[in-house]
């Protein structure tokens, strides 16, 4: 036998124990979830939130909450992807670079995240 097959026949001995395969699964489990666990907000929904109009005919949306803070909207088609990114600082949304359809908005606003339905006409 060769440096290179005992080498070989070592590593296959090591990695393909029943407890390596437990722990490959844990570390996969591990990896997983950390991942998805990244930037989400806190769950919630935000305090006084009100959208309006809707459905848009003006190109302008206003978003109004309790809190009145920054807000990071995101804007999504259909398809789910995403349209629009921005963050305002007061209530009015311009939306005047979207064509007339169906939209998803999400607004997170210090942790807390509202989704809802948005028409433009």
């Not at 440096?3 to 070592?10: A, E, G, T």
């Not at 930037?39 to 978003?63: C, L, Q, S």
């Not at 990071?72 to 005047?96: A, M, S």
Request: charged fraction near 20%.
């Amino acid at each position: 036998m060769t440096r290179f097959s005992k080498n070989i026949s070592l590593w296959y001995t090591i990695c393909y124990t029943p407890y390596m395969k437990h722990f490959y699964l844990v570390c996969l489990l591990a990896f997983f979830s950390l991942s998805f666990g990244q930037d989400k907000p806190v769950a919630g929904e935000i305090e006084g939130f009100k959208m309006y109009p809707n459905p848009v005919t003006n190109g302008r949306v206003y978003i109004q909450t309790a809190q009145n803070a920054p807000k990071k909207i995101l804007i999504f088609d259909v398809f789910g992807t995403r349209v629009k990114e921005v963050t305002i600082l007061g209530k009015e949304l311009n939306l005047t670079d979207l064509d007339a359809g169906v939209y998803v908005l999400r607004v997170i606003e210090k942790g807390k995240v509202a989704t809802r339905k948005l028409i433009v006409k």
